[in-house]
T-cell receptor
Framework: QKEVEQNSGPLSVPEGAIASLNCTYS??????FFWYRQYSGKSPELIMS????GDKEDGRFTAQLNKASQYVSLLIRDSQPSDSATYLC????????????FGKGNQVVVIP | NAGVTQTPKFQVLKTGQSMTLQCAQD?????MYWYRQDPGMGLRLIYY???????DKGEVPNGYNVSRLNKREFSLRLESAAPSQTSVYFC???????????FGSGTRLTVV
């Protein structure tokens, strides 16, 4: 069973601040990493993918990957109320069959 | 671009009734998946189909069956619904795990 851990509780950030989310994974061989955003009552939406160590930036989002430490993080800069959602970390299952393992998610609340 | 289409969006069943949840994708993806999402439990994989003609059990297959009808369609059947199957069900598809999943809009199922 591949494990993806998102241990932080709900995160409240003031508007304009940086929200930081962390995720650790158990399988050292994993190669592909994803962040999904899920608004209440909606389906998960892919917002970031990262495959190599280091940072990947897309607009106000930055994904960071450290394979040696087996963690991936997501930074949301200049947080907006529209960023209030649950963020799911997902990691590919290297045993094949195109499967992803998902964390349970972190809720982010941006306070105006 | 329809993406992944799920029907129905809402359903109420009585204990013991059967029903089939339909899922279709128009992105020519090889792999398709059925998840359920419950509060505090995250996304749990019920069944998946790595490619047309194959299906495999996920984490929580009991009480469910699936059919990969063709490359586009993957259905989930509840033969005898139980209150424990009250949940939100998501279908997803993927070209390859490296590219993440695309989710359907979900089916909110209540079994009374």
């Amino acid at each position: 069973q591949k494990e993806v851990e998102q241990n932080s509780g709900p995160l409240s950030v003031p508007e304009g601040a940086i929200a930081s989310l962390n995720c650790t994974y158990s399988d050292r061989v994993s190669q592909s990493f994803f962040w999904y955003r899920q608004y209440s009552g909606k389906s998960p939406e892919l917002i970031m993918s990262i495959y190599s160590n280091g940072d990947k930036e897309d607009g106000r989002f930055t994904a960071q990957l450290n394979k040696a430490s087996q963690y991936v993080s997501l930074l949301i800069r200049d947080s907006q109320p529209s960023d209030s959602a649950t963020y799911l970390c997902a990691v590919n299952d290297p045993s094949g069959n195109n499967r992803l393992a998902f964390g349970k998610g972190n809720q982010v609340v941006v306070i105006p | 671009n329809a993406g992944v289409t799920q029907t129905p969006k809402f359903q109420v069943l009585k204990t013991g009734q059967s029903m089939t949840l339909q899922c279709a994708q128009d992105m020519n993806h090889n792999s398709m998946y059925w998840y359920r999402q419950d509060p505090g439990m995250g996304l749990r994989l019920i069944y998946y189909s790595a490619s047309e003609g194959t299906t495999d059990k996920g984490e929580v297959p009991n009480g469910y069956n699936v059919s990969r009808l063709n490359k586009r369609e993957f259905s989930l059947r509840l033969e005898s619904a139980a209150p424990s199957q009250t949940s939100v069900y998501f279908c997803a598809s993927s070209a390859r795990g490296r590219f993440g999943y695309t989710f359907g809009s979900g089916t909110r199922l209540t079994v009374v």
